[in-house]
């Protein structure tokens, strides 16, 4: 079974974003970057399912510019086999995304890809539905286990009120939720290795894809500050404030 | 304008959050229809048609929809969407898997968790987790949008629209349910609750969360969690607020043993009113709380729940 696993390459978590002063966009020099959370947690399900013996063989794939590559090094140090780089300087958002991938899925032809839920500088949610959508696969979103049997996947979901589980056709489109499973740290032989594995590029116009324009960004603000308020002595207090103050008791 | 709002439902119920979708298309201005899709829906339906600025609401009713899977929702949607100029559904889990379907077989971006209408194209939305809002406008035709439901005030149940029921003929070899475990409390819902109370990684187990149920009970409250708790298996995933989890704002949160990551802050840092109960006075989280109370949460909860 072949597995295609997309990582995005994204703010790392822990920065506190600054937005640029003429307010178009999130000021991004000299961040510190990073893969994506949740595409960490999807390349780490591919690699156990290899290591299980149920994939073959892994490979990442990012949409980005240059730098994206590194998010791929990432990949290949932590058990990918191989990796490509679909390549465009354009800001590309999901709907974009979902059809180079879908051309990347033509050409692969793999039996399941799995994405993050979520990319955490968009907040988007929404590539994985759409490449399923375009592709015409099952989708298992917001996945917090994975069992693959019988020529089936069945993914147990994260949804509002507690757990669903789906049972998909394969080729299906897996999303990753947080407990998945806790991703491992590369080790440094690994990352040694993982500059001598294949890393291929591809151009939108290679795949065949028309990249669609995405949503016009007009203007990125801060939101308003809540301000801290004070420290309380006692329960009492507390309750007095609540009460008497906040008159929300 | 012409809108479409898929409703959402769970055992029957309508959810509470397809109100304050309502709103959301009401903001936009036209027509508004309600898609109540599923199995055995009638009663859903009825209660949609009574939700304010409603003047249609359409009824697909098979056993393809029955738990309203995504892949049948989304071809459903495909179907109607040619008589619209948006389609509009909650940010929630239902939403956000079913909607960007849509979006991609018509050729369109989807704007996810929309908090403000600026105009018909133009919409606001947050990114980075809540720390940056964008404002953003789409050029394409039908516009497909998730809602942030605490950002809109449900309409109110005095409408009366009329019910119509779609002849539909969608098929589904993708995929398939197999079973579903819903958490089952007498408690309020976190999204529609008035007051959360709300543990973190500081409440040690989930026998503990006893206390913070106790006071829960005596505010008819709900219970939330940070995802340290979740990860830690102190209480189910359902409870989890924050970035990826459910995003609350209630008039009353009270954090109880939860530092203030930005990830948690994304999800209740709207409410009107936060409290924090920490051991450590430097935990971040005082940054943003109204009231902080320093001290042990284990001698805390307990005089706490006597005073109220
Ligand atoms: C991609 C991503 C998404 C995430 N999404 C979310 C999300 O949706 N929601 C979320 O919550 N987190 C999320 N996180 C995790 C987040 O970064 C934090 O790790 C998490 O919120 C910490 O939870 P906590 O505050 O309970 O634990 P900690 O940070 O460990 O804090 C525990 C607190 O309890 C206090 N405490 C301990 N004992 C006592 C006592 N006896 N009395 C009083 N106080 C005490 C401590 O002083 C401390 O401040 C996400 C992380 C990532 C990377
Ligand atoms: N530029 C990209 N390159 C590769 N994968 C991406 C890209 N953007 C999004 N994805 C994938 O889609 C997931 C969800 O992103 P989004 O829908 O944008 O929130 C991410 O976790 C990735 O797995």
Redesign the pocket.
Known sequence: MKVLVAVKRVID?NVKIRVKPDHSDVDLTNVKMAM???CEIAVEEAVRLKEKGVATEVVAVTVGPKAAQEQLRTALALGADRAIHVETEEVVESLAVAKLLEGVVNEEKPDLVILGK?A?DTDNNQTGQMLAALTGMGQGTFASEIVVEDGEIRVTREIDGGHQTVALKLPAVVTTD?RLNEPRYAKLPDIMKAKKKPLESRTPEALGVAVPAGLKRLKVETPAERKGGVKVGSVDELVDKLKNEAKVL | MSILVLAEHHNGQLSDGTAHVVAAATAIGGNVDVLVAGESVQGVAETAATLEGVSRVRVADAAVYAHQLAEPIGDLLVRLADDYTHVLTAASTGGKNALPRLAALKGVNQISEILEVVSADTFKRPIY?GNAIATVQSDDPLKVITVRTTAFDAVARQGSASVEAIESEVTNAVSRFVDEALAQSDRPELGGARIIVS??????NGENFKLLEGIADKLGAAVG??????DAGFVPNDM??????KIVAPDLYIA?????????L??MKDSKVIVA????DE?P?FQIADYGLV????E?LPALEQKL
């Not at chain 2, 989890?240 to 989890?245: A, C, F, I, R």
């Open positions: 978590y994506n959370p949740f979520q955490i947080l | 987790a543990g973190g990684r500081g409440m040690g969690a940070s995802r340290a708790a979740v989890q607020v924050g970035q990826t989890g109880v043993g939860i530092s203030g990551a930005i990830q948690h994304a999800g109960i920490n051991k450590d935990a989280i001290g042990d949460l284990f805390i």
